[in-house]
């Protein structure tokens, strides 16, 4: 793959990220301003294991956020995985697990369960075995490397920890994922600017 190609891939994944990050962090406004009560959502039962929100348009409107960063987190994950980064090529398999993770995220809109939870427990697994490989692998240069690994911690050590205790999902907790999305986003942009002034150095 040309470096041409790989930066055009960081930066778009780069956006996706900062978007996704905007987009989920927005959703926390009603709870931190507007004294919204956190509550679990009415489901019922559609058939075996999968479950959908009693009124679905209302969902469907109050979720936007989160639904719109499950498809952009799906292009940029995929992004990744098409340039091995930050991984490195040997080890870019690894970055399937956030992409099935973005793909239960995105059938979560319609059944809620099981794929929401799914979906986070995957991201947070993923993207920390995606961190740890990028800090081994040094592809990514200084504070940037650390970034993937900050995304999959937040699921794990954060939301994780909250649901279990409270036994309520902490949806005013969970849009302080949106500042991990950010600084994702951010690192790509800046390493697709890394490998621009490579690539203009040996041209």
């Known amino acids: 793959?040309?470096?041409?190609?790989?930066?055009?891939?960081?930066?778009?994944a780069g956006i996706c990220y900062m978007i996704s990050g905007a987009s989920i962090l927005s959703m926390g406004i009603p709870f931190w301003f507007f004294g919204k009560i956190v509550a679990d959502p009415e489901i019922h039962q559609v058939f075996g294991i999968l479950y959908q929100v009693d009124n679905f348009k209302e969902a469907l409107m109050e979720g936007w956020g989160y639904n719109v960063a499950g498809f952009l987190m799906l292009y940029a994950h995929i992004s990744f995985w098409k340039i091995g980064e930050p991984t490195g090529?040997?080890?870019?398999?690894?970055?399937?697990?956030?992409?099935?993770?973005?793909i239960?995220?995105?059938?979560?809109i319609i059944?809620?369960?099981p794929f929401a939870p799914v979906g986070s427990i995957l991201l947070g697994l993923g993207m920390t075995i995606v961190g740890i490989f990028s800090i081994r692998m040094k592809i990514w240069s200084g504070w940037k490397r650390y970034t993937p690994l900050f995304l999959g911690l937040f699921p794990?050590?954060?939301?994780?920890p909250i649901r279990f205790i409270l036994g309520l999902p902490p949806y005013d907790i969970l849009p302080l994922l949106g500042i991990a999305l950010g600084l994702m986003g951010f690192a790509a942009w800046q390493r697709g600017k890394e490998v621009t002034r490579q690539t203009n150095k040996i041209n």
Do not use: D, G, W
Not at 89 to 102: E, G, V
């Open 1 to 12: 793959m040309t470096n041409e190609a790989k930066i055009q891939y960081l930066q778009r």
């Open 89 to 102: 090529m040997t080890k870019r398999h690894f970055l399937l697990i956030p992409i099935i993770a973005s």
């Open 104 to 108: 239960c995220h995105i059938f979560s």
């Open 111 to 113: 059944f809620l369960l």
């Open 156 to 160: 794990l050590v954060v939301q994780a």
